[in-house]
């Protein structure tokens, strides 16, 4: 059994392909980009970091997406398929932790810490 060419190939109706210099100035924006969610990753944890973290996450998703795989010379479709995966993901992602850390209101099956009364003193 023969192994049949891709149609751009057979046609000549391929794309461009990147240069390797386009693909080493892509890894170094990724590479920074991943050192901006090390460094804000030792912050601590509030709305502002962890929406930055989000952004941050997105804009890897989306760059690996439309250069390694090739997105950016595919159809508009597959673009919009991979968008709406990201996107999804992170909504399920915040919606599950506003309700580990309980953003939609306190647990009422838990007692606050300073709430709880000191143990009693043991006297002799």
């Given amino acids: 059994m ?10 000549g109706s391929g794309h ?22 090390i460094v804000l990753g030792y912050r601590h944890p ?8 989000l952004t941050l996450m997105v804009i890897k998703f989306a760059t690996v997406a439309l250069w390694f795989m090739h997105l950016r010379f595919d159809s508009l479709l597959f673009r919009r398929f991979f968008l709406t995966g990201i996107l999804l993901a992170a909504g399920v992602y915040i919606a599950i932790m506003m309700t580990a850390f309980q953003f939609f209101g306190n ?18």
């Fill in 2 to 11: 023969a192994i049949a060419a891709h149609e751009e190939t057979v046609h």
């Fill in 46 to 53: 509030n709305a502002l970091i962890i929406g930055s973290l």
């Fill in 16 to 37: 461009a392909h990147p240069s390797d210099l386009q693909y080493v100035y892509v890894a170094l924006f990724l590479g920074v980009v991943t050192g901006a969610e």
């Fill in 107 to 124: 647990d009422t099956t838990s007692v606050p810490l300073n709430k709880i009364p000191p143990p009693a003193r043991i006297t002799r």
